[in-house]
């Protein structure tokens, strides 16, 4: 990940390009790591982390 790109960003472009379909598993497993290590998250974080979240049907 490139140093002068912000998180929210960097969180953005890796899971924007990728199936709809997995959003939902990227963004649960982002979460589990982030709460393993007891990162916390940006405001654009959580945005990106509930826009995918927004897509899931199920």
């Known amino acids: ?14 899971w924007g390009g990728r199936r709809p379909g997995s959003w939902r598993e990227i963004a649960e497993d982002y979460a589990h790591v982030m709460s393993v290590f007891k990162l ?3 405001d654009g974080e959580k945005t990106a982390l509930a826009s995918m979240l927004d897509t899931c049907t199920n």
């Not at 990940?1 to 960003?9: D, I």
């Open 40 to 42: 916390t998250t940006t």
């Open 1 to 14: 990940m490139a140093t002068n790109v912000s998180r929210p960003e960097a969180l953005a472009a890796w």
